[in-house]
């Protein structure tokens, strides 16, 4: 099945002299399961191309389907709802709340969502993670890839 297709993606930053077209007529399709990962020189359009299929920014022109669903004809408010429960992102700077503790960074995204996380399934995130024996601990209190695992976004 069809997880995510991507149909003539355009980014284009700025505007007259300044104007950086970023993405220019990108499409593709990723089968549910697959792994893929994006290669290309620095400044070639990356992290703008994940931003878009993230739903954390929005391109020029083109459309993007997650499971089915347009996520660019979606209204920003149930775009933010569609992300917050089915895309997780890895951000390279982790974006972790540095006063909440391991564990209470990993219900933030679940309490935001007006969700009670269950301890269960908190408990099973921080084994997978190998993250037991830090779940009292503050980010700065970790090793750097720790901390990335934290950032997970695990999907419950
Ligand atoms: N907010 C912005 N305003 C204007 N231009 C931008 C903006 N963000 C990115 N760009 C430009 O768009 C192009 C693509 O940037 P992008 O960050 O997607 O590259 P990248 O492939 O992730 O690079 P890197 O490997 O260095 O992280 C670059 O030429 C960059 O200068
Ligand atoms: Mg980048």
């Given at each position: 099945?069809?997880?995510?297709?991507?149909?003539?993606l355009?980014?284009?930053?700025?505007?007259?002299?300044?104007?950086?077209?970023?993405?220019?007529?990108?499409?593709?399709?990723?089968?549910?399961?697959?792994?893929?990962?994006?290669?290309?020189?620095?400044?070639?359009?990356k992290?703008?191309?994940?931003?878009?299929?993230g739903a954390?920014?929005?391109?020029?022109?083109?459309?993007?389907?997650?499971?089915?669903?347009?996520?660019?004809?979606?209204?920003?408010?149930?775009?933010t709802?569609f992300?917050?429960?089915?895309?997780?992102?890895?951000?390279?700077?982790?974006?972790?709340?540095?006063?909440?503790?391991?564990?209470?960074?990993?219900?933030?995204?679940?309490?935001?969502?007006?969700?009670?996380?269950?301890?269960?399934?908190?408990?099973?995130?921080l084994?997978?993670?190998?993250?037991?024996?830090?779940?009292?601990?503050?980010?700065?209190?970790?090793?750097?890839?720790?901390?990335?695992?934290?950032?997970?976004?695990?999907?419950?």
């Amino acid at each position: 099945m069809e997880i995510l297709k991507v149909q003539h993606l355009s980014k284009t930053y700025g505007k007259d002299e300044n104007q950086v077209n970023a993405l220019k007529d990108v499409s593709f399709a990723l089968e549910q399961g697959e792994f893929a990962a994006v290669v290309g020189e620095s400044g070639s359009g990356k992290s703008t191309l994940l931003n878009c299929i993230g739903a954390l920014d929005t391109p020029t022109a083109g459309n993007i389907y997650m499971d089915g669903n347009d996520l660019f004809s979606m209204k920003e408010e149930q775009r933010t709802i569609f992300r917050r429960r089915n895309i997780g992102f890895v951000f390279q700077s982790f974006q972790l709340v540095s006063e909440l503790t391991v564990e209470q960074n990993i219900m933030f995204p679940i309490l935001l969502d007006y969700r009670k996380p269950e301890q269960s399934a908190v408990n099973e995130i921080l084994e997978v993670l190998g993250l037991k024996e830090r779940r009292h601990h503050l980010p700065s209190q970790l090793s750097g890839g720790q901390q990335q695992r934290v950032a997970t976004d695990y999907k419950t």
